[in-house]
Nanobody, 131 residues
């Protein structure tokens, strides 16, 4: 079973940056897609970014495009989330997750942001952005 450990959370002011890391116990077909999700108090967990580990294709929620960048280091079994131009609305607990499969929409393969599709989850790391 895949185990995921996040790190890099903290408290910053508006406009600041943070880099989150997620290290997986294994980097195999069980981690075809690695995603970053976040959950703020009183809100549903939402996907913010994902990466196809086999090829490097990336996917972003509209709310973070142009500000966040997901990347990976296969040699370290690690994915990163570089967060720039942080806003108070980015405040949340951020979770790393792994999905065993890419999905097919009839035309192309992609990594989903669906919470239910991801098989493994880390414990989360807190990100707080003050105004």
């Amino acid at each position: 079973q895949v185990q995921l450990v996040e790190s890099g959370g903290g408290s910053v002011q508006t406009g600041g940056s943070l880099r989150l890391s997620c290290t997986a116990s294994e980097y195999t077909h069980s981690t075809a897609c690695m995603g970053w999700f976040r959950q703020a108090p009183g809100k549903e967990r939402e996907g913010v970014a994902a990466i196809y580990t086999g090829g490097g294709s990336t996917y972003y929620a509209d709310s973070v495009k142009g500000r966040f960048t997901i990347s990976q280091d296969n040699a370290k079994n690690t994915v990163y989330l570089q967060m720039n131009s942080l806003k108070p609305e980015d405040t949340a607990t951020y979770y790393c997750a792994a999905d065993s499969f890419r999905r097919y929409d009839g035309g192309s393969w992609y990594c989903t942001f669906g919470v239910y599709e991801y098989n493994y989850w880390g414990q989360g790391t807190q990100v707080t952005v003050s105004s």
